[in-house]
């Protein structure tokens, strides 16, 4: 069995905040969710040398993101492996999956949520926590992405919460200070403690607007603590990432990561979207200089689609084993997916590996596959997510629309096959320094290539 985080390290949250969270229930999780609890995946060095600490020392993670599966799974979505019908969740697990990252809105059934045409709050924490029941019992690790918003945040758009529009900096501090430790604390008393917590998503240009634009770095690293302390006084074991969209610009990623240093932000990982290069070698050489640059952080691709083999044996084969893992971004329906639905990719595919574009757009989609066609739609957005505002109030017409082109079969492909091979490529290997040893992982869990070619 794959190494689980220590529980007995993990802390109730204090009661003042207690007071804060109506209806939450104090009652402790059953024995059989503490003992789902324990297929976490622990990938971390425990020494405290710098050079190791937040090394790769277990499991190469293996993730995706599948925030969407609840909500299609209610449009009528249903998958498929070799012609039988099966839970997503055991698809995944059988190709050799080990980590799932689920998204966390602050309030998606708002007037500017996400969810405000469904009948039900999708990606709100009780969603989260019902799909976070199926990973872990799956034997999958948790990696919780917050949103600080009620709806997608991402570089140009980190509009705050309905509720936290009129909060002055001291209350929008506090709020995500409590807003984080009650997610963190929920999840650990719903029987499936988060292994690692995002705070922001894709918070390049700060989080929060206008107060923690990345221009206030003082506010924007004030706002970063506060979650950051949130998290750690619910559960001191959670694992902190931080993450930039641009995962290929160096150049992009150094000020930003030396600003929040340089003002106390004390994280663990340093997480990454990694959707196309400018260049040939970009990745490459910003991880490697990531790497030696900030020798106490680990590192992550938190969202990726095509180059799948390329971009696994790149963060493998960073310098100190500094390279954790990947997740493949909704690869249900999203770009290079890993399924088909009426006999095409179910995803909107991808025009190009390479982009001259120095800002949010990491790629084109290419016309003429299943489920989007936009020629220019930005990478981290979605065509249905960004004509939803078309269907105004008519939440009936949404419905149907949803139900039509989001339900239904979906086949899995044979994109999935590559990560077989991997897990067999990368198993078996504890490349970073320990002062003792690691547990053998299990067969079939992740190893190092011999070599660090490009693949498809």
């Known amino acids: 069995m794959m190494k689980p985080f220590p ?8 009661p003042s905040l207690l007071l ?35 090394s790769r020392i277990g499991p190469f993670i293996l993730g995706a993101e599948v ?46 949520g996400y969810a405000r045409r469904r009948a039900e709050a999708f990606c709100d924490l009780e ?9 872990r019992a799956a034997g999958m690790g948790l990696l919780l992405d917050i949103h600080y918003g009620d709806t997608w945040t991402s570089p140009g758009h980190q509009e705050k919460p309905v509720a936290w529009k009129e909060f002055n900096f001291q209350e929008l501090t506090q709020a995500v200070r409590d807003f984080t430790h009650r997610a963190i604390y929920e999840m650990k008393t719903n029987g499936t403690p988060a292994d690692m917590v995002q705070i922001g998503n894709e918070i390049s240009d700060g989080m929060l607007f206008p107060d923690g634009r990345r221009s206030n770095w003082d506010h924007f690293a004030a706002l970063l603590k506060a979650g950051i302390a949130g998290a750690k006084e619910a559960d001191p074991s959670v694992k902190i990432v931080l993450h930039h969209h641009l995962g290929r610009s160096n150049e992009r990623m150094r000020p930003w990561l030396d600003n929040l240093i340089q003002r106390g932000v004390d994280f663990d990982i340093i997480g990454m979207s990694c959707y196309a290069q400018a260049h040939e070698g970009d990745w ?24 799948k083999r390329y971009i696994n044996d790149l963060m493998f084969n960073t310098p100190h084993a500094k390279g954790l893992g990947t997740f493949i971004w909704e690869p249900t329906r999203h770009r290079q997916a890993l399924f088909d ?8 595919g991808q025009a190009s590996n390479f982009t001259t574009d120095q800002g949010i757009n990491q790629g084109a989609r290419l016309p003429g596959t299943n489920l989007a066609s936009s020629a220019n739609t930005p990478a981290n957005t979605n065509l249905f997510e960004s004509t939803n505002r078309n269907f105004g109030t008519n939440a009936a017409a949404y419905g149907e629309f949803r139900r039509r082109r989001l339900g239904g079969r979906y086949d899995a492909n044979e994109l999935f096959e590559l990560y077989p091979q991997m897990a067999k490529d990368f198993a078996g290997v504890a490349p970073a320094r320990q002062t003792e040893p690691a547990e053998t992982p299990a067969p079939g869990i992740p190893k190092s290539p011999a070599t660090n070619q490009p693949h498809p």
């Open 284 to 307: 490459k050489n910003n991880f490697d200089d990531l790497a030696g640059r900030y020798p106490d952080k680990g590192l992550l691709v938190v969202e990726y689609s095509a180059q």
């Open 341 to 348: 639905k009426d006999g095409r990719n179910a995803g909107g």
């Open 7 to 14: 529980i007995a390290a993990r802390m109730p949250p204090a």
């Open 67 to 112: 925030s969407w599966v609840p909500e299609d799974e209610a449009d009528g979505a249903e998958y498929f492996d070799h012609g039988v019908k099966k839970d997503i969740f055991e698809i995944l697990k059988e190709h050799k999956f080990n980590y799932i990252r689920l998204r966390l809105f602050v309030n998606p059934a708002s007037t500017n």
């Open 127 to 135: 969603h989260v926590k019902a799909l976070a029941r199926r990973a």
């Open 20 to 54: 804060k969270i109506k209806g939450m229930s104090a009652q402790l999780p059953s024995l059989a969710f503490f003992a789902l609890a324990l297929a976490a995946v622990s990938v971390f060095a425990a020494d405290d040398s710098i050079t190791n600490k937040n």
